[in-house]
């Protein structure tokens, strides 16, 4: 294993402020959903309808906030690389999918490897089912998670032709207007989310924005939460950090749609995939769209895929890569 000197281990708790009067937060629970073993290990404290979900999570924040890479130990192994990529409950459903990839590849064979493995037999649909299925609460099988907004709502809340409070819609990730085809359908990069924090993030790219109360997101429910915005870019709450940026790289590999098109630089998107880790939740939902739509992330079942194809972005993330390869 290699180490590099200074890196500084946040832990980043989501905390989201001004909710409704209605939003009753209840102790964490682990359950067991159509035959999932959930037991998360980030802290996640169950809601009511339309209530706040309070996410911790380990965030190794680098250059992005001008902090320095520091002591981590690093490894290929998922398993071995517990700092960097935290052990997770919950394991693949399709556990030989990748017997064809083989460990030497890396760069660009890699991708087209993943691209014609990721490609064959797919079947995307828009129907609302399959979101419902994709992003069904861990604590309630009525109800959706919401990406940004990271409320829990009704599954049969979805907007209609005269948007109300606490509805939600599909959210892609990679926006509608930048793509074609079967991408526009694909749920490995759309999302259930609050009507209103979906339309404030619009096209707008990821990127850093000022954490200032003139930047800060109000859902349709009149409640702030994590999530900034200005007229350039589009700041997702830490707990959705990391899944737009696989979800882009899937998008990428997938389709050919480049990361600067969804991202304030490619750097960033590497970074938001390494720094904000794959969790159990994730792994979840990858499983579920796999059970529709018949294909993988492969962002998310193996987070050495990030570094073996994109760790030479730049010098930045062949710094960050050295700990993962």
């Keep these: 294993m ?67 890479v520091s002591e981590v130990v690093s490894s290929s192994s998922l398993n071995e690389a517990a700092i960097l990529f935290p052990t997770i409950t919950i394991v693949s459903n399709a556990p030989n999918y990748y017997t064809s990839i083989s460990d030497s590849l890396t760069g660009t064979s890699l991708k087209n490897a993943l691209n014609s493995l990721i490609s064959s037999g797919v079947s ?45 819609n599909r959210e892609h990730t990679y926006p509608d207007s930048k793509i074609t085809g079967a991408a526009e359908s694909d749920n ?19 990127g850093l924005v000022q954490h200032l109360d003139a930047n800060r997101v109000i859902d349709s429910g009149g409640r702030h939460n994590a999530n900034y915005s200005n007229n350039t870019f589009f700041e997702p709450n830490d707990a959705a950090k990391g899944e737009v940026a696989r979800a882009t790289m899937y998008m990428n590999t997938m389709y050919g749609y480049p990361l600067e098109g969804n991202f304030q630089t490619a750097e960033l998107a590497v970074l938001w995939a390494l720094n904000y880790p794959v ?47």
């Design 124 to 168: 995307t649909s828009y129907a609302w089912s399959r979101f419902q299925s994709a992003d069904q609460s861990l604590n309630d099988t009525s109800k959706v998670l919401t990406i940004y907004a990271r409320y829990e709502y009704s599954k049969t809340a979805t907007v209609g032709s005269a948007a109300a409070p606490n509805q939600w």
């Design 279 to 325: 969790d159990d939740w994730a792994m979840i939902r990858n499983n579920r769209v796999y059970t529709n739509q018949h294909n993988r992330n492969p962002y998310i079942d193996n987070q050495a895929f990030i570094c073996k194809v994109y760790g030479n972005t730049t010098a930045k993330t062949t710094q960050m890569c050295a700990n993962y390869l």
């Design 188 to 206: 490995h990069h759309i999302f259930a989310d609050d009507w209103k924090t979906n339309s404030i993030r619009g096209n707008k790219p990821f």
């Design 2 to 68: 290699k180490r590099i000197t200074s890196l500084l281990l946040i832990v980043a708790t989501i905390t989201l402020s001004g909710c409704a009067s209605s939003a009753t937060s209840i102790s964490p629970t682990s359950e067991d959903l159509n035959s999932e073993i959930i037991a998360l290990s980030s802290a996640t404290t169950s809601v009511e309808s339309t209530s706040i979900i309070s996410t911790t999570s380990i965030a190794i924040l680098s250059s992005e906030l001008s902090t320095s």
